[in-house]
């Protein structure tokens, strides 16, 4: 079959791998019919990472049709045709038993502070992703859920990760009706956070970019405020400006280990790879909130130290959430906001490239060509 | 304001939200957040219709962190340990929990050897790296490279340094092979003489 490989830092390249198979009684094989490069599948591209082998497939948002299952599986029949929750999760340990599926302990050798994802590193469990014309999925009774007949497969493929995971970030605000809501970062869980922010009942929506045409995006779509952080000279004043000088109720990281918009912390971490990310967002997100309140994380980091402003989340008696998204809690609700015409995940879409040009797609993704935002890659 | 007890009134109001804004205040009752609350002890939520899952059958040594008290029952298989990086990776697993940064650095390390020996056996194939297509430049043409960087991009303060972090390790080894070859021959011809 073909799939996207990567080959280095920076460099990728589709190849003929074997098809995979059935390594688990619960197990999967599905053939994927749409699959998505997320923000975070940059860390990986631009090797941030640990223990990302070159021959490794990417890939954590894909939808497709079961071709074949294991001996134990019942819920799903080949010719299905299925989302599959970018985490990897066993349905059954301590933490999945809570509800935490994205802190699975049966599915990742590698890491216990990590659960299992698709095509993200042995860190994250060593899984091949859906950024290919097959995959393997564990625990098929578990994860994957067939898609409703009336979605359609690019919301369905949003749904896997950018959508859940946006909406979750809002929802680890704790946000209560008339907050202010600040959301670092314009990509597509930030735009998606700021719309799911409003439906919490937010009464200020703020969105702080450096890219003007993606807070255009925030504007028009999103209903938010905008703030260019590069028009500044320090955001965190503007926002406190902004605030009448309280400070936002709620911020929402959505940026996470690539922040630019401090030359030394974007280049230790995202070019020479000495930090786990670099902080700059959470750290506008820690001084640019009100005393007293809440930041969610859901953008990514990876496992190294990162520089982070603790003291003055300390002394202001923030209440820091995070994690990754538990995505397939948030299906339910989800599916009836879509329905309901609430959330339309598939407008923020801007690129569609074939699997066998995914190498141009991670570029013109990862330099912000032409307006990027969202790129599905049809296989 | 902020001073005193009220909070700035900057917001509008409830009413003009919901009359903007589809779906506002939709989740306005924590009780339809989906994950609220956090944890929910649940067995039968996930489908999972077994206590502790079959296991994936180990076929060759599986590395992993010694916080965990066993091999956890299913586990990626993607590409498995090789080579002088797999070395590196092994070593590191073997001998240093999550908690130590020894750990990461090992298996940052052990990712750009990784890289290494794998341009390097690539050139042993009929398919060596290509730095060209595989960094997806050529996309540039295509998508407008000037006008896309116009503005208020604060990444181009150190875009300068993508090309010299993918092609400085190629120009370092040609750079080396050449002067290499160029000290052979030169021996070779200083002998001749
Ligand atoms: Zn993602
Ligand atoms: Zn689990």
Redesign the pocket.
Known sequence: MKAMVYRGPYKIRVEEKPEPIIEHPNDAIVKVTLAAICGSDLHLYHGMMPDTRVGMTFGHEFIGVVERVGPSVQNLQPGDRVMVPFNV?????Y??ARGLYAN????NPNATAVGGIYGYSYTCGGYDGGQAEYVRVPFADVGPARIPDWMSDEDAVLLTDAMSTGYFGAQLGDIVEGDTVVVFGAGPVGLYAARSAWLMGAGRVIVVDHLEYRLEKARTWAFAETRNFAEYDDIVVELKRSTGHLGADVAIDAVGAEADGNFLQHVTAAKLKLQGGSPIALNWAIDGVRKGGTISVMGAYGPIFSAVKFGDAMNKGLTLRMNQCPVKRQWPRLFEHIRNGYLSPSEIVTHRFPLEHIAEGYHTFSAKLDGCIKTLIVP | MTYTADKPALAPSSDELRARIPGWGADLDPKDRPAVPRERFDRAASGAHWDFPDRQPEKEPRERSIEHGMLPPVFGTSVPLRGASGALRRYAYARYSEGRAAHWLLLVLADRVDAWESHLASLATLRPDNPITQTGVLSEVRHHPLASRRGTRVDRSHTWMDPVLVAGPWALVGGTAVLAVRRVLGRGSRRRR
């Open positions: 999760y066993c349905g059954s340990c933490f999945c699975c302990h049966n599915v």
